[in-house]
Structure formats: C-alpha cells, structure tokens
Nanobody
Framework: EVQLVESGGGLVQPGGSLRLSCVAS????????MSWARQAPGKGLEWVSN????????YYADSVKGRFTISRDNAKNMLYLQMNSLKYEDTGVYYC?????????RGQGTQVTVSS
C-alpha cells in the first residue's frame, strides 16, 4: 500500500521560506518519479513540480519556477520541496504525489499559509 506523509507546512510571511518533507513507503520509491501538487482554497489541484527517479531531472510550474526547489533522498525514501520568496498565492494544501503529473496516490497534505 502506497503511503505518503507530508510535513513542514505552516504560517509564513510573504517573502519567507518553508521546507516541506514527505516520507514514502509501500512502493519502490527510488524507481518512482515523484511530484508535489497543491490545492488553493476553492480551487482545483495544481501540479507544482516533479523529479525523476534518479533526481537528475526536475520540472516546475511557471508559477513557482526560480522560487521552489524539489529534491529527493532515495536512501531515506524522502521527497522535499524548498519554497523561497513565498507569495500570498502560494497558500494551499501541499501534497506529495506518486508519479509525475500530480494525479497519482498522494498523502494527506500539509497546509501552507502565506499571510502578513
């Protein structure tokens, strides 16, 4: 059974930073492309970023490019999202997702709120 548990969310001021983490189990993490997706209040799920199994190739949504960095530690079955220069519009629930398009199995999410 795929299990994904996110952590690291919280309340941050505009311009601040957060680092999200996700621990994965129940599947071969090191062989899987992984994604982060988010859902803003009242909106649909938005793909944010993905990283291939080896970690050498990463993609970002235009809305976060240059501000967010995805990474992984295959030895620890961990996925990360470093978020810098946070904006109000980055507020939402962030999900760790198995697969590259943000639509696969996901965790319960971690809330990120950007507010002054």
């Amino acid at each position: 059974e795929v299990q994904l548990v996110e952590s690291g969310g919280g309340l941050v001021q505009p311009g601040g930073s957060l680092r999200l983490s996700c621990v994965a189990s129940g599947f071969t993490f090191s062989a899987s492309t992984m994604s982060w997706a988010r859902q803003a209040p009242g909106k649909g799920l938005e793909w944010v970023s993905n990283i291939i199994s080896g970690g050498g190739t990463k993609y970002y949504a235009d809305s976060v490019k240059g501000r967010f960095t995805i990474s992984r530690d295959n030895a620890k079955n961990m996925l990360y999202l470093q978020m810098n220069s946070l904006k109000y519009e980055d507020t939402g629930v962030y999900y760790c997702v198995k697969g590259g398009n943000g639509l696969g199995s996901r965790g319960q999410g971690t809330q990120v709120t950007v507010s002054s």
